[in-house]
C-alpha cells in the first residue's frame, strides 16, 4: 500500500523553534484516509501505513521532530524527549545539517553547475528540499531521492515527486550495485555525465560492519569524472574534550533508541572519501562550511559534532 502514490496536503513554514511546519494534511489513497501530518500531529486513532511501525522509533522521524516536523509518534517523541535532557542544543546539531545541505546543494547548482544528483537517504520532505533548491538555481536539475523507511517512502512519493524532473526510488543505499541498477537511476540520470552523490547524515547509520567506506569507494567508483561526494556525518573528535564525551553520550543514546548512529573520528570521516580531493574549506564542522554570513555567536557544543565535507572526482 505504502508503494503506491499516495496525495497530501502540506504546507510548511520556514524552520524555526520548532514551530509547527505541515499546516495540514491528510493521506489518502483511493479516499482511504491512511494518516494526519498536521498541526495535530498523526492520530493515534488514524489507519496508517501497515508497513508503518509505530512502536519503534525511526531515524527519519526522529531527524524530523529535530527539525520541528510533525510526522512522529509516540515512541519517536520518547526518543526526542532523552536526547534533549542529554542536551536541549541537539536541534542546533539537527538544523546545522540540514541548513550544510541546502547551501552545497546552491554551491553545486550554481558553482559547477551540477544538474543531476543522487540524494541517498533524503529523509522526510521538509522546509527546502534538495529539488527545490537545486531547480531554484538550475530548474533543469534532475533529482532521484533515496530511502527506505516507509513513512519517508510514502510522504517522498507525495512530496518529493513534485515535477517531471524528481524521483523517488524505495532502496538500501548499503547496496550501491542495486540502488545504481534501479530502473529509475538508470532512467533518470545519466552515468556519462557529472552528477552529484549525497549521503547527508547517512552514513553514521551504517555500521562498521557494513563498512561505509568500502560501500563509498564503490559508489564514487561508479561516478563519472567530474562529478561531487557531499557527506555529512557525526563527528567524534576523541580527544577527552567535553565535545567527545557529548557525542558518546548522543551515540549510546542513539544507538539504544534506533539502533544505529555511529560518531566517527575526524580521519575516519576523511577516509570516506577515498582519497578525493576536498572542495575548500575541506572537512569541518557543518556550521563552518561556506555559512551565509558572519558568525553572530560561538558555536554550541552539539554543532561541533555535525561535519561535513564535499568533494570532486577528477
Ligand atoms: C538523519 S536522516 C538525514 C536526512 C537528510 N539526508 C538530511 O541530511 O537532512 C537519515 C535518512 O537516511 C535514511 N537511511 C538510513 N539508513 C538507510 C539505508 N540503509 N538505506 C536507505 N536510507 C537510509 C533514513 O531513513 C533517514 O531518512
Not at 505504502?2 to 524555526?16: E, H, N
Not at 521538509?126 to 538550475?138: F, G, I, L, M, S
Not at 560492519?209 to 555529512?232: F, H, K, Q, T
Request: with cysteine.
Amino acid at each position: 500500500m505504502v508503494g503506491s502514490r499516495v496525495t497530501a496536503f502540506v504546507a510548511y513554514d520556514s524552520f524555526g523553534g520548532g514551530g509547527a511546519r505541515a499546516k495540514a494534511g491528510v493521506f489518502k489513497r483511493e479516499g482511504v484516509v491512511l494518516g494526519m501530518s498536521a498541526v495535530d500531529g498523526i492520530s493515534a486513532d488514524e489507519p496508517v501505513p501497515p508497513t508503518i511501525d509505530t512502536t519503534k522509533p525511526s531515524i527519519a522521524r526522529v531527524y524530523d521532530m529535530f527539525l520541528g516536523g510533525k510526522d512522529h509518534y509516540e515512541v519517536d517523541r520518547e526518543v526526542y524527549r532523552r536526547t534533549m535532557e542529554i542536551s536541549p542544543e541537539v536541534p542546533l546539531l539537527t538544523r546545522a545539517f540540514r541548513q550544510w545541505l541546502i547551501r552545497v546543494v546552491r554551491f553545486l547548482a550554481s558553482g559547477p553547475g551540477i544538474d543531476q544528483i543522487l540524494d541517498c537517504g533524503s529523509g522526510l520532505p521538509t522546509a527546502e528540499n534538495t529539488h527545490q533548491v537545486a531547480q531554484r538555481v538550475r530548474p533543469e536539475t534532475t533529482v532521484v531521492y533515496v530511502d527506505n523507511d516507509p513513512m519517508v517512502i510514502a510522504h517522498g512519493r507525495a512530496l518529493l515527486e513534485e515535477n517531471d524532473r524528481t524521483h523517488f526510488v524505495d532502496a538500501d543505499l548499503r547496496d550501491p550495485e542495486a540502488l545504481l541498477a534501479h530502473p529509475a537511476v538508470t532512467r533518470y540520470l545519466d552515468m556519462n555525465r557529472p552528477l552529484a552523490l549525497m549521503q547527508c547524515a547517512t552514513l553514521h547509520h551504517v555500521s562498521d560492519e557494513d563498512n561505509p567506506g568500502e560501500l563509498m569507494a564503490r559508489y564514487i567508483e561508479a561516478l563519472p569524472s567530474g562529478s561531487y561526494v557531499a557527506i555529512s556525518h557525526f563527528c567524534d573528535p576523541a580527544d577527552g574534550s567535553e565535545m567527545s564525551e557529548l557525542a558518546r553520550m548522543l551515540e549510546t543514546n542513539l544507538r539504544n533508541a534506533v539502533g544505529s548512529g555511529w560518531c566517527r573520528t575526524y580521519s575516519q570521516i576523511e577516509s570516506l572519501f577515498c582519497g578525493l580531493e576536498l572542495v575548500e574549506p575541506g572537512l569541518v564542522p557543518a556550521a563552518d562550511w561556506w555559512p551565509d554570513g558572519p558568525r553572530v555567536r560561538p558555536l554550541s557544543a552539539v554543532e561541533h559534532i555535525a561535519y561535513g565535507a564535499v568533494a570532486r572526482k577528477p
